[in-house]
């Protein structure tokens, strides 16, 4: 695989930005990109000659930031062969320098919640009762399990949208429910409408497919209709995130659910769905449109951990996804579809005590925000994890990449959009309890500072985020 220079001057953005030589903050901006995994490891990078006549500055700038990452361990070269990207021994172990001293990082890269500790306890100890049930059976749930089919079908019930457990595939979570969509749907080079910004692992994938994506910026107050209908029309697919948009927290408003004309199928992720903060609970999108299909998980409304997710869509895509699905994996663990059906089937009084908690965290970051960066704007959202701070200055990848200095860990702006964009914007989860929140915004004022002053990274961002 190769990234050609027009290529990589869209994900560079405004590199150029800020103090300091040019070949600094080239070879920051590329390791950045790799830590990311904004560049894919073992990608081939343009010639020297090629970069710079596309970035528009001297060669010698691009040979002295590529011989940089070289000694850094973030590019190798193999005998005359173009450099391909990498990453140092250190970062493959997932540990930072940080870490290695002891020390957590506080991480504000995820926008995750704990497990609700007692309930999912239960949730187990009931799905060990029911196991040896399924213990005759070989096991392979390629569709999923009746029991989890209807509990799904029921909460799309309950939240106003007819379903019934055919149109249900139980999948490894959402992440891989957009992968074997995305696998199954699309063609090579295929246009995808995404909203812009939009959630990074969806991106990445679709960067894998060699889809050509078409963004469309969300407003301050939320979805431009006729920039959507403009740009679905003629295009293979859209991904959208209208309840609770990550990384905004904004909700498509009921009367725009009927409204919006899309010219091609949607997939519309729900994994944030059940966290309505601030609105009623939306009617799932596809109550409004027949080529829409949705994909749901418990990983936002219980825990990442159970890595449970679903895709609904018509029965006979559901078969067609089933059989597509055997390609990669042969189902999805049968403990843990049980222990997502005892959850799923108490979701009324879990649900409850985690809005508050989340509703509580919200206020708190909020209040923290406004007193440290009073000149930073917030857009609060109505629901979802996480709040979207624009910042005066296009710091944001500056800040991702020193905040493992002060004991921080960050998601670039640049990670939710394309060709760079959103550098003045910071995703902020408020799904961290008061402790944390208070330690991470202590952090993130050093981090500011130091970015300010004009400190250098010394040290390797993780590159993970949900
Ligand atoms: C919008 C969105 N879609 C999908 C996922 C992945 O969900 P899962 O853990 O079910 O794979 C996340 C996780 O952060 C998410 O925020």
């Given at each position: 695989m190769h990234t050609t220079a027009p290529a990589l001057d869209r994900l560079l953005?405004?590199?150029?930005?800020?103090?300091?030589p040019a070949h600094r903050k080239l070879t920051e901006r590329i390791r950045l990109l790799i830590l990311d995994g904004?560049?894919?490891?073992?990608v081939t990078m343009p010639g020297e000659r090629d970069l710079a006549a596309t970035l528009g500055i001297s060669r010698t700038t691009v040979a002295t930031a590529y011989a940089a990452l070289r000694e850094t361990g973030y590019l190798t070269t193999h005998q005359r062969t173009r450099s391909t990207t990498t990453v140092p021994a250190a970062a493959h172990t997932g540990h930072h320098a940080t870490d290695l001293l002891g020390a957590e990082l506080i991480d504000f890269s995820y926008a995750s919640p704990p497990a609700p500790g007692a309930a999912l306890h239960q949730a187990y100890t009931w799905a060990l009762e029911q196991l040896p049930r399924h213990l005759p059976r070989h096991g392979y749930a390629q569709i999923g399990l009746p029991e989890l089919r209807e509990a799904v079908a029921t909460r799309y019930r309950a939240r106003g949208l007819a379903t019934t457990p055919e149109q249900i595939l139980i999948t490894t979570g959402a992440q891989h429910g957009l992968h074997l969509l995305v696998r199954t749907l699309l063609r090579p080079r295929a246009r995808v409408v995404v909203d812009h910004p939009t959630y990074p692992h969806a991106l990445h994938l679709l960067r894998t497919t060699a889809a050509r994506i078409t963004p469309v910026a969300l407003t301050d107050t939320g979805w431009d209709l006729p920039a959507l209908a403009a740009a679905t029309s003629g295009a293979e697919l859209a991904y959208l995130l209208p309840d609770f948009h990550n990384p905004t927290g904004m909700c498509l408003a009921p009367a725009e659910r009927e409204r919006i004309r899309l010219g091609c199928p949607a997939v519309v992720?729900?994994?944030?769905?059940?966290?309505a903060l601030e609105t009623d609970p939306p009617v799932p999108l596809a109550a409004h449109h027949r080529d829409v299909i949705s994909v749901g998980s418990v990983s936002k409304t219980f825990w990442g951990g159970l890595r449970i997710g679903w895709i609904r869509a018509d029965t006979g895509l559901i078969q067609r996804l089933a059989q597509a699905r055997a390609g990669t994996d042969l189902g999805t663990p049968i403990l843990e579809q049980l222990a997502a059906t005892a959850l799923l089937e108490r979701i009324d009084t879990i649900l409850p005590t985690r809005l508050e908690e989340l509703r509580q965290g919200r206020a708190h970051l909020l209040s923290l925000l406004g007193e440290h960066f009073p000149d930073w704007t917030v857009a609060p959202g109505v629901g979802g994890l996480s709040v979207w701070a624009m910042m005066p200055d296009p710091i944001s990848s500056t800040l991702a990449a020193l905040a493992p200095q002060h004991g921080l860990r960050l998601a670039a702006?640049?990670?939710?959009?394309?060709?760079?964009?959103?550098?003045?914007h910071l995703r902020i989860p408020y799904s961290l309890d008061t402790p944390a929140l208070d330690a991470g915004i202590h952090a993130l004022t050093a981090t500011v500072d130091g970015a300010h002053s004009g400190h250098r990274a010394t040290d390797t961002p993780k590159t993970s985020l949900a």
């Amino acid at each position: 695989m190769h990234t050609t220079a027009p290529a990589l001057d869209r994900l560079l953005g405004d590199w150029s930005a800020g103090t300091g030589p040019a070949h600094r903050k080239l070879t920051e901006r590329i390791r950045l990109l790799i830590l990311d995994g904004r560049l894919s490891l073992g990608v081939t990078m343009p010639g020297e000659r090629d970069l710079a006549a596309t970035l528009g500055i001297s060669r010698t700038t691009v040979a002295t930031a590529y011989a940089a990452l070289r000694e850094t361990g973030y590019l190798t070269t193999h005998q005359r062969t173009r450099s391909t990207t990498t990453v140092p021994a250190a970062a493959h172990t997932g540990h930072h320098a940080t870490d290695l001293l002891g020390a957590e990082l506080i991480d504000f890269s995820y926008a995750s919640p704990p497990a609700p500790g007692a309930a999912l306890h239960q949730a187990y100890t009931w799905a060990l009762e029911q196991l040896p049930r399924h213990l005759p059976r070989h096991g392979y749930a390629q569709i999923g399990l009746p029991e989890l089919r209807e509990a799904v079908a029921t909460r799309y019930r309950a939240r106003g949208l007819a379903t019934t457990p055919e149109q249900i595939l139980i999948t490894t979570g959402a992440q891989h429910g957009l992968h074997l969509l995305v696998r199954t749907l699309l063609r090579p080079r295929a246009r995808v409408v995404v909203d812009h910004p939009t959630y990074p692992h969806a991106l990445h994938l679709l960067r894998t497919t060699a889809a050509r994506i078409t963004p469309v910026a969300l407003t301050d107050t939320g979805w431009d209709l006729p920039a959507l209908a403009a740009a679905t029309s003629g295009a293979e697919l859209a991904y959208l995130l209208p309840d609770f948009h990550n990384p905004t927290g904004m909700c498509l408003a009921p009367a725009e659910r009927e409204r919006i004309r899309l010219g091609c199928p949607a997939v519309v992720d729900e994994t944030m769905a059940e966290l309505a903060l601030e609105t009623d609970p939306p009617v799932p999108l596809a109550a409004h449109h027949r080529d829409v299909i949705s994909v749901g998980s418990v990983s936002k409304t219980f825990w990442g951990g159970l890595r449970i997710g679903w895709i609904r869509a018509d029965t006979g895509l559901i078969q067609r996804l089933a059989q597509a699905r055997a390609g990669t994996d042969l189902g999805t663990p049968i403990l843990e579809q049980l222990a997502a059906t005892a959850l799923l089937e108490r979701i009324d009084t879990i649900l409850p005590t985690r809005l508050e908690e989340l509703r509580q965290g919200r206020a708190h970051l909020l209040s923290l925000l406004g007193e440290h960066f009073p000149d930073w704007t917030v857009a609060p959202g109505v629901g979802g994890l996480s709040v979207w701070a624009m910042m005066p200055d296009p710091i944001s990848s500056t800040l991702a990449a020193l905040a493992p200095q002060h004991g921080l860990r960050l998601a670039a702006g640049p990670r939710f959009g394309i060709g760079g964009a959103f550098e003045r914007h910071l995703r902020i989860p408020y799904s961290l309890d008061t402790p944390a929140l208070d330690a991470g915004i202590h952090a993130l004022t050093a981090t500011v500072d130091g970015a300010h002053s004009g400190h250098r990274a010394t040290d390797t961002p993780k590159t993970s985020l949900a």
